[in-house]
């Protein structure tokens, strides 16, 4: 059970520490893309550089809410059934959640600005 517990706990701020400079970076550029046209936003977007820093960012976000789901359905849902059936829904949120954001980042860089 420790070890479980330190491997979540390692992974929860390995995705904190990887989201502090990811986060930074996007509220800049979603600073500079305030007024801009779709057009504009889709090259943004499609860049290959921007397509991975959003394909990471976007991963590390959905990993680390559904750590932290985890972690507080562990710690406040107390019949074993409930519990296991609420890890198990946030599981499938997180992922559908997830390759949504990713889908939408895949579409944005294959069509480019069509």
């Given at each position: ?5 330190t ?17 930074v ?13 779709w057009?504009e936003?889709t ?6 550089l ?8 976007i ?8 750590l932290g ?15 296991s059936?609420l ?9 559908i959640l997830?390759?949504?954001?990713l889908?939408s980042?895949?579409?944005?860089t ?5």
């Amino acid at each position: 059970m420790a070890n479980k517990s330190t491997k979540h706990f390692n992974h929860q701020r390995f995705t904190a520490m990887i989201q502090i400079p990811l986060v930074v970076w996007f509220i800049i550029s979603v600073v500079r893309l305030i007024g801009a046209s779709w057009t504009e936003f889709t090259a943004w977007a499609g860049e290959p550089l921007t397509a991975l820093l959003l394909v990471i960012f976007i991963l590390s976000i959905f990993y680390h809410m559904r750590l932290g789901m985890d972690e507080v359905i562990e710690d406040y849902i107390h019949k074993p059934a409930a519990r296991s059936r609420l890890l198990m829904l946030n599981k499938v949120f997180a992922v559908i959640l997830g390759f949504t954001a990713l889908f939408s980042v895949i579409v944005i860089t294959l069509n480019g600005t069509h």
